[in-house]
Antibody, heavy 121, light 107 residues
């Protein structure tokens, strides 16, 4: 069974940093691209960042480019999101999501339960 | 960047009704489109990928169609458990943009 478990969320002041983790099991982590998707309170889904299966290619939404960094450790089956210079508008539940297949572009067929990031003074 | 526009933003229908949600891409995306269902307080769930392929375990009353720029999600006979917000997403290239969502309620 595929399992994705996010952690690392919490309350942080504007301008601060957080590192999110997504621990995975139940599939060959190194064979699949992964994404981070967020959802602000009462709002819709927003794709944040994606990373190829090897980690050699990364992609970002304009809203986080230059502030967030997605990375992965295939030996530890873990996905990361380093978030710097946080703003109030980054407040959201952050989900990690697995690509459905090993193609570079695919839908996301498994999602974690999410971790809440709150940016406030 | 390609924008994804869903309509309507919300709808109310009776149990057993046929419900259709549309998603329009500002540029062609072939059939690289997915539909997700998010029930209140829950994690998004993949319903359809490649515009029209039903994800394993999803009831057959859900179907998808379209290619290029115009796509539809149809629920052939609305059930009470279908109350949710539905999102389309393009995944042909980054950014993998979502539509703004369509909230479906029972009348």
């Amino acid at each position: 069974e595929v399992q994705l478990l996010e952690s690392g969320g919490g309350l942080v002041q504007p301008g601060g940093s957080l590192r999110l983790f997504c621990a995975t099991s139940g599939f060959t982590f190194g064979g699949y691209a992964m994404n981070w998707v967020r959802q602000a309170p009462g709002k819709g889904l927003e794709w944040v960042a994606g990373i190829s299966s090897s980690g050699g290619s990364t992609y970002y939404a304009d809203s986080v480019k230059g502030r967030f960094t997605i990375s992965r450790d295939n030996s530890k089956h873990t996905l990361f999101l380093q978030m710097n210079t946080l703003r109030a508008e980054d407040t959201a539940v952050y989900y990690c999501a697995k690509h459905k297949n090993s193609r570079g572009n695919a839908a996301s067929d498994s999602w974690g339960q999410g971790t809440l990031v709150s940016v406030s003074s | 960047d390609i924008q994804m526009t869903q309509s309507p933003s919300s709808l109310s229908a009776s149990v057993g009704d046929r419900v259709t949600i549309t998603c329009r891409a500002s540029q062609g995306i072939s059939n690289d489109l997915a539909w997700y269902q998010q029930k209140p307080g829950k994690v998004p769930n993949l319903l359809i990928y490649a515009a029209s392929t039903l994800q394993s375990g999803v009831p057959s009353r859900f179907s998808g169609s379209g290619s290029g720029t115009d796509f539809t999600l149809t629920i052939s006979s609305l059930q009470p458990e279908d109350v949710a917000t539905y999102y389309c997403q393009k995944y042909n290239s980054a950014p993998r943009t979502f539509g703004q969502g369509t909230k479906v309620e029972i009348k």
